[in-house]
């Protein structure tokens, strides 16, 4: 790999690695930084905490050694164990039918170790807004945005609805380099209403549904809309649909913009590797509890996983693989990959240096593609 990986910390002097918590700033944080700050974001920036399920899920184990698997990405042969060692890769975590089939913690990290989502937390408010849909709180989702949110109403949002800003595909223009610290999603402020009257002064670059173009600010604007509907916050919401229900064993926390106010819905939601896991056996169940009971609307996942009309590769926040997987991914090499025929669930936490290059996602899909062949293949 191109870049240099990011160092062992012990987690007990993270506090003397810590960078600036001003958002417009962790994109650029030194890999030191990452490593302690991923792990603690919760003690960075307010945050709300959202408690362990009282019932968590069994996880069962029948581990087999993966590390040895190759794959070929560009040319280049390398292993699991290369991937992850040149990587900076601080955790993953292979299921096949619910069961942990491997386990590989790094960087000092372990199984009770919180991990920074990044752009997963995306997914997982889709996921919210299919509940939301299920209880009432949204009747449908091709009503307009400016329907709970009328501060935009004179805006290029006005003709945007809730489907389209799911799929990124609101029309209204902006710039997500993350390199370009003049670029809009460096330069936006994240309160919830300071946000909005940053988005309402942006203009049309198309007509909502026919132009993908991804918007971190959106997803965030799905997570105030999915507020306003459901009356309540975002923390409290996913508690009382998946996180004790589903049975996730460790606390996670939401990053609040700012306090006492809204969560960032695009990030940052801080979870340890197995409750990503379980978030996706959750999807994999197509919304359904182990006892089958259904807690997204009927056919969500099916509706969420299709693909968009204006990007065949993305969905309902979630990024789709045209062969039935689909992903839920962050920024700097975090995921979950969902195989829905194999039964395979696979989930990473990472912290490489570039936040989002074409290289490093090609090389992690070849990772996950090359993990769940494995499998298929072992059967």
Known sequence: MSHAAAPYIDPATDAEHWGPADPSKTLFWTPAQQVAGYRNMEK??????????????????????????????????????????????AGLIVL??????????????????????????????SLL???????????RVDEKVVDYLPRLRES????????????????VAWNEDYVDP??????????????QRFLRDKGAAARPGTVFNYNTAESNLVGTLLRAAIGNNLSTYL????WQPVGMETDAYWTLTEPGGGEFGGCCLSITLRDYARIGLFALREGRLEDGTLVLAEG????????????????????????GSYRASGVFGQGISIHPQEGIVIALNSARSNASTPEDSARQEALFTALANALVGAE
């Open 300 to 323: 969500w996942m099916r509706d969420a996983t299709q693909p968009s009309p204006a990007a065949p590769e993305y969905g309902y926040l979630w990024w789709l693989r045209g062969d």
């Open 96 to 125: 096949q039918n619910g069961t942990v089939v491997y386990e590989r913690y790094g960087l000092g990290n372990d199984q009770s170790t919180r991990w920074a989502s990044w752009s997963v937390a995306k997914s997982i408010t």
């Open 44 to 89: 960075l920036s307010p945050a709300r905490r959202i408690p362990a399920s009282t019932t968590p899920s069994a996880l069962p184990e029948a581990l087999v050694d993966l590390s040895g698997v190759r794959f070929v990405h560009d040319g280049v042969e390398m292993t699991v164990e290369q991937y992850c060692a040149e990587g900076s890769v």
């Open 129 to 139: 807004v299919g509940a939301a849909v299920r209880d009432g709180y949204i009747e």
């Open 182 to 195: 003049q670029s809009d999603v460096n330069r936006a402020p994240w309160g919830t209403l300071s946000l």
């Open 239 to 242: 508690y009382e649909k998946i």
């Open 156 to 171: 290029a949002y006005a003709g945007a609805t809730i489907r389209n800003v799911l799929h990124m595909a609101s029309g």
